[in-house]
């Protein structure tokens, strides 16, 4: 099945697929205009249906990983892992070398993959102005770092 799967750049067309797919995991969507979705990446499988998201919003040399969610029907299938991957490698190939996210569900699984916990008010005020930090994230949502590798 994995290899079924195509992971590419979020297409406008694709817009209300992800936004349902986002509000269905519980995910906020509020805030989501196609500026900040621009830098998303969609999981497809076959017949060209989307099974995953995950996006990143860029500041400078730091960057707000964002919506990460698979459709239940293809969980533990390491596709989140994948797409992740993908926009890791995306945020480091333009420049950003700190990613930052807020969680209320996946902590364990950010953990996992080499995201490290921090406080709030530890995060650089580009991260911290951004809607999400602001106003569309709960204070109690647990907020996380990776620092991306050079390679």
């Known amino acids: 099945m994995g290899n079924a799967i195509n992971i590419e750049r979020f297409s406008t067309y694709d817009k209300e697929k992800v936004l349902d797919l986002l509000s269905g995991a519980g995910l906020p969507v509020e805030d989501l205009t196609n500026e900040k979705m621009i830098n ?4 497809k499988g076959q017949d060209d249906c989307i099974i995953g998201v995950v996006g990143v919003e860029m500041y400078q040399e730091t960057g707000l990983l964002r ?3 698979v459709h239940p029907t293809y969980r533990e299938k390491g596709i989140g892992r994948r797409l992740t991957r993908k926009i890791e490698s995306f945020a480091r190939h333009n420049g950003i070398k700190i990613l930052y996210l807020l969680t209320m569900t996946a902590a364990d699984f950010f953990q996992k993959i080499g995201y490290e916990v921090t406080q709030r008010d530890e995060v650089p005020e580009s991260i911290k102005k951004t809607e999400e930090f ?3 994230c709960p204070v ?12």
């Open 40 to 43: 998303f990446m969609v999981a």
């Open 134 to 136: 602001k106003s569309v």
């Open 140 to 151: 109690s949502a647990a907020c996380l770092f990776k620092v991306l590798d050079l390679a």
């Open 67 to 69: 919506s990460l969610a």
